[in-house]
């Protein structure tokens, strides 16, 4: 009975195994994303010549 509990968990830790790899990928390019538009360097140039 325990092999039995334990193919069962196994199967679905082994199912659930690229659910969690997708959902992590997808939270990483999140966050990139949102890095690239809080990077306001490229905005340099417009506010130095707003301050003359």
């Known amino acids: ?25 997808y939270r990483e390019q999140m966050r990139r994303k949102r890095l690239r538009h809080l990077d306001h360097r490229h905005y340099w140039p417009h506010w130095s010549k707003a301050r003359h």
């Open 1 to 25: 009975m325990s092999e039995a509990v334990g193919i069962v968990m196994g199967s679905f830790v082994l199912a659930m195994a690229p659910v969690f790899i997708a959902a992590h990928y």
